[in-house]
């Protein structure tokens, strides 16, 4: 019996992301695809998919969602996603929101987005990172799904918090591929800008740097400074994110990681330093790490789009709905 | 009830593609992979494929490999090949080869590659493209796999064959990633030598020529001259390759088109000109045509390793095994 | 003693090129750099420049610049271009204009593009290609620089005119680098959509057909059939040239190239196929020719914003001033 | 009048880079190539160059070249390189050494490289980091010239080593394009490795540690923990080095930035993130900085193959030799 899901947020690359995924998945029935403007077609907007998926992208609205839906994942740029997601749920519609707007406290929220209108809904949403939450996310009606900066990030550093020494900043070293700064037409995703480059772009000061503060924190109750630099390098799709942080005494740092993520079937643990092209593609998370007296080396790998959006998402969707976590999950890579 | 298969040649990059599609494949049973060497194991190979697929690849023996397999897939160099396949066939092991051994008329194969040391199986050899030798295929032992460029370049073609006037040469430009050239490292899949660059290789002698050419006067009766160049351009996977013909007359070509590949579902008609992203990991082959007076503009894509090698192998694999065609082959594309 | 120059149109890619040739011009002295909306300086619009030039790009006014310029170059989207130059000639400026504005004959310029408003100047400008028009520009007042698809195709095709069949149509299969789509950002400029692709855009119908075609008919007196498609390949610089077409006899296709460029500086006749990285950053067009029986296939290189824009446009600068025509011409390779 | 100078090691991207410079140096005059090899000449190993230097690349031989050249820049792989220099100095000709030979001191070369056979001139060896070593370079038969990551790396840091706590440890992320790995076919240099991908090689391990960490602490007598992580990117030149390090006190950054390098030509300090694209193709040293409380971020972006290589060997031959330091480097980027 077949769990009825729509998409809002169609368009853009995550939407498609999550298309691909719930085309073939065995339980979720996709329904709906919605976007603010509508009047496309997924085949022609996305000439990959045709005669994969003949299926129209409408003006998407709560209320017909609503009837036909049983959970909505949106997919649509912060400040939009919550007003729709705050009318699904008041319809009794569950939401997977891949937006920053449920991510934050809302002290936080406020400072580095906007205005919050949907306090509500809120107070009762579950960070989607499921190796950390999995059991909140289970009976959640709304998970706000991680910024793929974070989710490389937090995955590399959470298993090390209790042995890294809060007197010494952290520093993250982000570089993420053009996908991440999504469709839209601007100079920074213009062809000759990334191309034979790569520079930073709101270092120190980027958005997601709250987000991963924010989760170091209430995992530890102590306060980090954190210096992230994200950077864009000329590749499509995949993120790479080295962590570099002080430890408060000596440990097995591979043996800690091994244990902290035994039963983790996305998360791998490398022996060598991670790439991106192993990952795409999928939802893994691979991480490398390396001692040097009390510095400690963290590199993590992923899909920013997958692991980092899309097929994440849906791995929350399957908790929610008590599904194997793996359920339709894309684990083969675009190698070569 | 399962059909247990194996690739020979698993190491490379068809090799790879192989086994991707096979380990999710409803009814082939990956039970064997081999190479020429032998000693390592997918999931230290190729590291994208670590918590995926955990096999060895042994050093591949015919004898072995009659034993466990009904069917083998052979992703290895020319020369090679025949000497596998000769064994296998002679076990009653059915082969489809990915290799040239089996494409060519004996005297065309003795002239573009080396002596041929399994002229008996060579005569029933069946050429693996299977929108145009799909009853062959059925009852074949060993199926040929077309060449990448051969099968962007026929696909175009052949439905314009009865139109296309012999008195005037063709011309074929083609395209292709770098993985085509394989994994070995040479000055020419050196990074610095194909990033920001494009240069043709073999023109109008490359091996494929007689390929195309061969089959071309098969489906015709007349002799036609050939030219066709071969390109490198900088990127990893996909291949467009752009024809330019003459017409005896006038004809609709959309419509000639359509109407030849009306049942296929591999095969999409495109309005506008086709892209390699469309194509990307998944089995199409997108067309589009366009006509001049006389002169005809056809432009063909394809995944040079998918549907030019591995997933067209498998798609053979299923007609040879009375399975639906697409039976586990891959239909959605690497985008964005 | 220097000749006063300036560009307008600074602000482009082309503008940029014209710029980094004419900073260390022996002769020309940059004094004047201009653009439609003004309000910029060189040093901070292209970061690459600080310290190398630091000179304010002003609100171009045709009469300002007639004060301080012998000559300039207008590096002007067509339409705008004639509107300028118009003016400067009035005031008794030498113009070399990079646009499509005084390319072709009336006629053919308002069929593909827009109505003229310049008809005067029309009739005497210049075709700036140096190897078949020197004589001609030494005396222009106005020379039409050519466009960079029109600039390869016709180098390689013209040394082959008197031996090309006129009853067979002619192939141009051409691919660019994406700076040759301009600094706009369109989703034809986006990463995403260029990176790990290829596809033709406006085939036949481009309007750098039109160029190739006047220019071959007005050295043959023949009508030829010109089949032009273009294509966006994934590099930044560069574009290559594929010609096919059909002699009328058997000729020494490698002498009559030699010969005819015996005496070109700028001309490379090569032994293997051209490739982009050894013209990008020079004005060399580089030719390959090769015959099979009566199929022609010549393959010329050029840098896109050089040979095809900016370091033509000087070389023809060099000719009107009676310099020679090397002055301050880059020929060392952007290699590796 | 003329200084005569050579390049061993021709063949590769650092000699190449050499030569692209040397052939219109105002002073220098290249009147030899050699490399191991020999048999080769500039114009046919480097297509690009043809027409612009026609010149035989001979089996390198020191007695043969101290004939012709008052200094002789080396390309060549470290301990190959210190055999020729050693026998160059004692015939009286100066030497440019890119290779890592002379860089370091005693015990650290021969713990992280081999064994030196040089131990005499080793002694006497200037490290050619002009901005900080200009006086000795003036007088030194002998340069040990820079490796790439150590000069991006020291540029940054030096400034600030003052202010720097050496109880935190220094993280330097590290980013190459491929060209640092040399023309060598490897698999990490296949197109198919690198396109589409970034990853680490020898993270805290790689050799050029060793050098950043000797140089921080013979400029502070202080003892550091260096952890350094280089990258490859897919790009073919250029380098981006992110240094993540701890402050004493608090500090104007921008300001220390600026006065110490208030004279330095080639020294570019940037208001907004650095890029590569801004560097390639010149001797430039563009470097950004950011103060987070206590962290201190510097980012400097530099060409590998010139600044990190072949242009500053010539800006240190231009001291050796009393010449303006900026005489023939290039300083116009390869933009767009």
Redesign the interface.
Known sequence: MSIKCGVVGATG?TG?ELI?IL??HPKFDLVYLGSSEGGENVKTL???????LDMPILKANPKDIAKVCEVVFLALPHKASMSFARELLDFGVRVVDLSADYRLKLKNYEEFYTKHIDKEHLKDAVYGLPELYREKIKNAKLVANPGCYPTATLLGLIPFLPYIDEN??L?I?A?S???GAG?K???N?????????????N??KHRHSIEIKEKIEEFTNKEF?I?F?P?L??????M?V?S?V?LKKDIDEKEILREFYKDE?FI?I?EN??????????N?CDI?V?K????L?I?TAIDN?LRGASSQAVVNANIMFSLPENLGIP??????
Chains 1, 2, 3, 4 share one sequence.
Request: hydrophobic letters at 35%; proline letters at 7%.
């Open positions: 690359y498609l691909k085309i073939h996305f000439k990959g998919l045709d005669r994969v010494y900043p520093f070293d570089k591929g053009v996908s469709k037409c601007t100079p995703t213009h062809y000759v800008t990334i191309n034979e480059n790569i520079f930073a772009y270092p120190i400074e210096n630099v950077q390098i000329p590749i499509t799709r995949g790479l080295n570099y002080c079937e791998r490398r330093p991670v790439d991106i092209k192993s990952v795409s593609g999928t893994f490398f390396m040097n007296n009390k510095s080396f590199s789009l684990k083969i890579a675009y190698i070569p």
